[in-house]
């Protein structure tokens, strides 16, 4: 049992991007005690079901408590610290030596700290000389940062959480946020409830947020650009556009209101495309153009697609051609999935930015040399995971280092992933977890990794909070902060003086410093205001939204409402959108179409939600839904095991009959890794094609066949 708190600490919930505050603490019997923060602006208080049980994922069973590393009889035993971290440098320097600074790669997680994902990207970037540094956010939100930075100049979410309670319309593209963002789909609700906001859900299935919508769009899989462009040609043909905004902010609608007509010139070409009743879509386009307070809110539907960046475009397009962004109750909103899927875009936990939202251009790539003093700095991007991965597999990455995440069951092709990593000279995993399925596909080391209640540092959440995520447990074994085992390795490597921090608040100071080096309001992500918090200031600090131009500084906390986009310029730029057609297409081999996506009450591969009960009720084995016409016609009946193939992997799993399936469409989750008679790591099964501005994989449209086991 743990030693009781004198009061629970303020912290952040480990699981999705709304980023809830959480009181966290021991009580007298050691037991954990959890509640939502009132005083956190994300969720007042309020937790969903699964930050409710976060008290009965703490245990330490299955952890991974003490640095592990192979043997030559291939058994893995328990080493110390020194001997784990000086094997790591040294299979880094012999991956250098045989092959570059290219030869390595780190591949990190949404689930860091931004104090780890800033370390982890001075290290590779600065130091190793590789930007071989990517993250599970590259199946996250990829597409999203791409269409903000070609459309602003700049990777900036323009809105606030508070627009989802002013809007008059809110229509989600995309987002099952009742199950995936459930605090902030309670807000938009709210708003519905108390001031007759429109809610309108744009989906290919009928999900739980549909349910409560004042309008199901139930679109066919890859067409969303398709309802968007119809709506931009909507607006221009209907005096719906507001012509003085785009004169003075913006460039390229002519050339996007073209490319728009080609690919949607009528209402009725674009329900005819898209599947839709051309009432619905009419609905959608009169709704939209009567509303002045409309959010957009897009998620994994529109970002894990190989056009994914161009469907963002198309949702921008019309916010733009319309003025309606940065201002209350209107613009559009990336609902990100990770908790810090934010931070590590500040510090460049992408392969193709820098930190501080900095990318690979000769000026950035300089400014951000003679901040860090690197001594050999990243001169390109590195590569995409997708990329990265097939890299390891025909051996042009011979060291790879994995942090907090499991790509082995959550990657596209993800038995081409676990053979690749078979093959490394060396595969070190970062983990909390004793056995996963990214352990067990060879790794030679093994480092216990503070786990959440231990860790200590800031996360980010969808509308540019940073919260501190503050321990109330101790370090369990010899388990470390994920920043403290990266400078370990730094050090080895001879870089120690560039990375002796003493702690997460000067990590995090130094992560400030660089937003406001040589940043004469040139760039959006400014933490200028931060740069110089004491200790103190740091262990104290409340939520705050980004930026922070000046200590104390609150003025600004939305982006755009009067231009001041961060191009060269300072116009946005609408977008000439490439006609959407689905990558694989369904055939008589494969004639139907899996989706992928999550359950209402677990997270990723489970590793942390699996170990609660009240969890596991909700949906206690793996599914398949589809519809009972399908279902029918397949001769499967509720509660069979069925066998799922496409040209990449194959599963089994229980059927569930699903109404609210469109014909031809099958759904499956993807938190499930084991492979017994009823589960499947679904990742196995999905295709790998990627888009071609973000490298964002499409995981919500591979061609199937199913059959009764
Ligand atoms: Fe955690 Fe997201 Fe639920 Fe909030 S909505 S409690 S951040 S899982």
Known sequence: AQSPLPRPVATACPYCGVGCGVLAGVDAGGGVTIAGDPAHPANRGRLCVKGSALGETLDLE???????????????????????????????????????????????????????????????????????????????????????????????????????????????????????????????????????????????RRTATAAEADLVLQIRPGTDAVLFAGLLVNLADTGGLDEAWLAAHTTGFDEALVRAREIAPTLAATAAATGLPADDVARLFAWFAATGRAVTLYSQGVNQSAQGTDKVSAILNVHLATGRIGRPGMGPFSLTGQPNAMGGREVGGLANMLAAHMGFTASDIDRVRRFWGAPRMAEREGLKAVQMFDAVARGAIR???????????????????????????????????????TVNAGAHILLPAAAWGEKDGTVTNSERRITRQRPFLALPGEARPD???????????????????????????????????????????????????????????????????????????????????????????????????????????????????????QWHTMTRTGKAPTLGRHSPEPLLALHPSDAAHLGLCEGDVARLDTAHGAARLRVTLDPGQARGEVFAPIHWTGETAAAARIGALVQAATDPFSGQPEMKATPVSVSRV
């Open 62 to 204: 299955g952890r991974l408590l003490h640095p592990m590393m192979r043997t030559r009889s291939g058994s893995m035993e328990r080493v110390s610290w020194d001997t784990a971290l000086d094997g790591v440098a040294e299979g880094f320097q012999h991956a250098i030596r045989e092959g570059g600074p290219d030869a390595t790669a780190l591949y990190l997680s949404g689930q860091l700290l931004t104090e780890d994902y800033y370390v982890a990207n001075k290290l590779m970037k600065g130091f190793v000389g590789t930007a071989n540094v990517d993250t599970n956010s590259r199946l996250c939100m990829a597409s999203s940062v791409a269409g903000h930075r070609r459309a602003f100049g700049s990777d900036t979410v323009p809105g606030t959480y508070e627009d989802l309670d002013e809007a008059d319309l809110l229509v989600l593209v995309g987002s099952n946020a009742a199950w995936c963002h459930p605090i902030l789909w309670q807000r938009m609700v709210a708003n519905q409830q108390a001031r007759g906001a429109r809610i309108v859900v744009v989906d290919p």
């Open 399 to 437: 060291a790879l280092w994995v942090m907090g995440t499991n790509p082995a069951a959550s990657m596209p092709r993800a038995d081409h992933v676990r053979r690749a990593m078979a093959g490394l000279d060396l595969l070190v995993v970062s983990e909390n977890m004793l056995s996963n399925d």
């Open 483 to 601: 920043w403290w085992i990266i400078a370990g390795v730094a050090r080895r490597l001879g870089f120690g003086e560039a990375f002796s921090w003493t702690g997460p608040a000067a990590v995090f100071r130094e992560h400030a410093a660089l937003s406001a080096f040589e940043n004469r309001g040139t760039r959006d992500f400014d933490l200028s205001g931060l740069a110089g918090l004491s200790d103190a200031d740091y262990e104290a600090l409340q939520p705050v939204q980004w930026p922070v131009r000046r200590p104390g500084d609150r003025t600004e906390t939305r982006f755009f409402a009067a231009g001041g986009f961060f191009t060269a310029d300072r116009r946005a730029r609408l977008v000439a959108i490439a006609s959407p057609v689905l990558a694989e297409s369904p055939d008589a081999r494969r004639p139907l179409l899996l989706n992928t996506g999550r359950l209402r009450d």
